[in-house]
């Protein structure tokens, strides 16, 4: 039996966005649905039970935070990636607090996004499944033995250092936000300088080369993503 396809709403008010979208990712097996403001998306969402929405920050009739935000609390759980003309670090850094899983800037290549989309997904489902081995190239986390391996290798971590891995690899591939990783693991927000230490010495550690990591990706002024295998 084929599995059903997945459903993806495209909430953006640029009548060529949406179609470039419709076109590019109904080709990668997606089925496409198209919403132009924030009150045909919620229609939208309550009808056709979408499976990842693409939503734009500078829609007409609610601005895209807003909209997020009240997904969110409402206990919208699907994946949800911004696609925005907006470069702006504070802009971004705000939807992901607010919950959004990823974000791409414009202009974009549909490749990229359709990535971006796949990972979220599995990002969903290993939140489901909480499944307890990571595993990306050559470094292993068991989150419950608390092992960490890097070429079959054990290394051994500080406290801090395990806690910020182990909050990667529950989010792994989804941007964590430099104040989201300091609350989760600090307590509290913390100065960022403490967070960049930590995660210098952790990629002393776990990756071959530091200066050009390949696990813990640098989401510049934003924070940072720890890669999933492709």
Not at 42 to 70: C, F, K, M, R, Y
């Amino acid at each position: 039996m084929t599995a059903p396809a997945v459903k993806i709403l495209v909430v953006d008010d640029e009548a060529p966005i949406r179609r470039l979208l419709r076109v590019g990712l109904t080709t990668e097996g997606y089925v496409v649905q198209e919403a132009a403001d924030a009150a045909e998306a919620g229609t939208t969402l309550a009808e056709e039970n979408p499976d990842v929405v693409i939503l734009d920050l500078g829609l007409p009739d609610v601005q895209g935070h807003d909209l997020l935000s009240g997904w969110r609390a409402s206990g919208l759980e699907l994946p949800v990636i911004i696609l925005s003309s907006r470069t702006d670090e504070a802009g971004i850094v705000r939807a992901l607090e607010l919950g959004a899983d990823d974000y791409v800037t414009k202009p974009f290549g549909v490749a990229e996004l359709a990535a971006r989309i796949r990972v979220a997904l599995r990002h969903r489902l290993q939140q489901q499944g909480e499944r307890p081995v990571f595993q990306v190239g050559d470094l292993s986390v068991d989150l419950v033995k608390r092992i960490v391996k890097v070429a079959g290798k054990e290394i051994s971590l500080s406290p801090k250092e395990y806690d910020i891995l182990r909050l990667m690899v529950q989010h792994a591939g989804k941007v964590l936000t430099h104040q989201h990783i300091l609350r989760q693991v600090w307590g509290a927000s913390a100065d960022v300088q403490y967070l960049r230490v930590y995660v210098r010495q952790l990629r002393q550690k776990i990756e071959q080369s530091p200066d050009q990591p390949q696990y813990i990706l640098t989401e510049t002024g934003v924070g940072y993503r720890l890669r999933v295998a492709d």
